[in-house]
């Protein structure tokens, strides 16, 4: 199966009319379960320090994603926001919170949340720098940003590849794929399940074929559904956490 997204119920910094704090807004409130587990227990240990986890944003759709980064480009938004399938808003494994409800330093803030396997997308805990609000939980797409800063595939630089990895693995289109979207599908569960087969770029060649015979999936061109699946299903029993809905 795919990585699902599930609701999350978390508290943002959007108000009602009597300026009380509102939940984060259903079309953003969706996160793959990881992340899902990873926010609750960012948010636990924060309490205990006297903050506050308050998010300004975590799912992005395809829309979303485009009319962000539209919104850059215009001058409207000032932090940079890539296209639609390059950011993990868009696979639900990234979200931005309001630093100032933190109440502890931010590098602290990143020793709590680095234990939970999210990580700040700046060099720096300096809170005044532009996305020093944004942490990603990479979960096994790191894996495939591991492979491209090993310059094991080029055609992406390794954020966009992971990011690209993480959306497609959750069934959301990325434009770059065109027709392809399954079969780039298949080369990152290739690549999280530890094969080398060059870019994920939707082109099948000789080396998925054998990475594919080495996992003990039936390789058919005609059943890229069933390949698909089978690969999908290997990832799942490599990284359950991904895709098992925690219990709270
Ligand atoms: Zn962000």
Redesign the pocket.
């Known amino acids: 199966m795919k990585s699902p997204l599930i609701p999350i119920d978390i508290v943002s910094i959007y108000k009602n009319r009597l300026g009380d704090p509102l939940p984060l807004p259903t079309r953003m409130a969706q996160c793959t379960p990881d992340m899902h587990t990873a926010i609750f227990n960012i948010a636990t240990d924060l309490a205990k320090k006297g903050g506050k986890l308050i998010l300004s ?1 975590l799912f992005r759709s395809y829309d979303m994603q485009s009319q962000s980064h539209n919104d850059f480009v215009s001058g409207k938004k000032k ?1 940079f ?1 890539p296209p639609a399938g390059g ?1 993990f ?1 868009e696979a639900g494994r ?3 919170l309001d630093l100032s409800a933190i109440k502890i330093p931010l590098a602290d803030f990143w020793t709590i949340a680095s234990k939970y396997g999210v990580n700040p ?1 700046v060099a720096q805990p300096k809170p005044n720098q532009s ?1 020093a ?2 942490f990603d939980c990479r979960g096994s797409h790191q894996i495939v940003y591991q492979y491209y800063t090993d310059k094991k595939g080029t055609n992406f630089k390794p954020y966009t590849a992971a990011a690209a990895s993480g959306i497609l693995s959750i069934g959301i289109h990325v434009d770059t794929f065109g027709a392809n979207q399954k079969q780039a599908a298949i080369q990152s569960c290739l690549i999280r399940l530890g094969k080398t087969i060059g870019n994920i770029d939707g082109q099948i060649g000789k080396n998925s074929h054998k990475a594919i015979d080495e996992l003990g999936v039936l390789f058919d061109m005609n059943n890229i559904d069933g390949m698909l699946i089978q690969l999908e299903n290997l990832v799942q029993h490599k990284f359950p956490n991904e895709f098992i809905a925690p219990s709270v």
């Open positions: 944003d932090a926001s950011s808003h990234a979200f931005d997308i996305e609000w944004h």
